[in-house]
């Protein structure tokens, strides 16, 4: 059983800046295959960023591409989420999501608020 904690979610106003903490237990975190998802009210839950075992590849959907970046530092068993330039519709709780031969295993959440 894989433990996930997210951490560093906040309020903050349009254009700034928040990073995401995603820490994983576990003695092989650098082959996780880690993402982050997010989900606002009333919506369903969609993925925002996902980067792979040898950081060889990352994905970013369209809405958040240039503005969000995915990072790992195995040493830790943490993977990062740099957000900037947020905007209103980011506002959402932000779950990581950690795959490892064949499960999945999701954390808490951690609420981001993006408002004036």
């Known amino acids: 059983q894989i433990q996930v904690v997210e951490s560093g979610g906040d309020w903050v106003q349009p254009g700034g800046s928040l990073r995401l903490s995603c820490a994983a237990s576990?003695?092989?975190?650098?082959?996780?295959?880690i993402g982050w998802f997010r989900q606002a009210p009333g919506k369903e839950r969609e993925g925002v960023s996902c980067i792979s075992i040898t950081d060889a590849s990352t994905y970013y959907p369209d809405s958040v591409k240039g503005r969000f970046t995915i990072s790992r530092d195995n040493a830790k068993n943490t993977v990062y989420l740099q957000m900037d330039n947020l905007k209103l519709e980011d506002t959402a709780v932000y779950y990581c999501?950690?795959?490892?031969?064949?499960?999945?295993?999701w954390g808490q959440g951690t609420q981001v608020t993006v408002s004036s």
């Open positions: 576990g003695d092989n975190f650098e082959w996780y295959t």
């Open positions: 999501n950690v795959f490892d031969r064949g499960s999945r295993y």
